[in-house]
């Protein structure tokens, strides 16, 4: 009898658009290929928002995925090679909205490790995250911050509470 070795590593596929904000996000074991992974991530793409016609991917996605994405959803991939002639960091095109959507995911505590069973509670918990940075009001237009409340019994006892 053989004991199969469980990986417990996963791999998380985002779309998002060009400021960087969530379209769809997969969760999948790592043992899936990159260019898998891209077929399912632009399937569910293409179903929430239709008028996608252009992708920027990491170079993991290259391959047939391009031709894929072209002859079944009319979608333009255009791979994002980074250079190993440098030895430095280097901002590339497009690529540095990625790396900030993943900052932004990285700043929760509880997607800096893996600590769901399930791949839909990662992706639950991914979208619950995003909820911070598309919070549409600012704090500071909100007002000052009451820093006590008064209610009408505590005038009457001031040193109980």
């Known amino acids: 009898m053989t004991q199969e070795r469980r990986s417990t590593t996963r791999k998380r596929h985002i779309v998002t658009d060009t400021l960087g904000l969530l379209i769809v996000v997969m969760v999948t074991s790592a043992a899936l290929q990159d260019r898998d992974g891209g077929r399912l991530v ?3 793409a293409k ?3 239709p008028s996608i016609v252009l992708v920027w991917a990491d170079g993991g996605y290259a391959g047939k995925l391009i031709a894929h994405a072209h002859h079944r959803f009319q979608i333009l991939v ?4 980074r250079t190993d002639k440098r030895p430095t960091f280097e901002v590339l095109p497009r690529r540095w909205v990625i790396e900030r959507t993943n900052s932004w ?3 929760t505590r509880r997607l800096a490790r893996d600590y769901e069973r399930l791949p839909e509670h990662a992706e639950a ?3 619950w995250t995003m909820i911070g940075p ?3 009001t600012p704090r500071a237009l909100n007002g000052p911050t009451p820093v006590a409340v008064e209610t ?4 009457h ?3 109980t509470y």
């Open 105 to 107: 995911l990285m700043q």
């Open 157 to 159: 006892f001031p040193n």
């Open 78 to 81: 255009q791979i994002i090679k």
């Open 47 to 49: 179903m929430k928002a």
């Open 125 to 127: 918990m991914i979208k």
């Open 134 to 136: 598309v919070d549409p």
């Open 152 to 155: 009408s019994h505590m005038r």
């Open 42 to 44: 632009l399937e569910r």
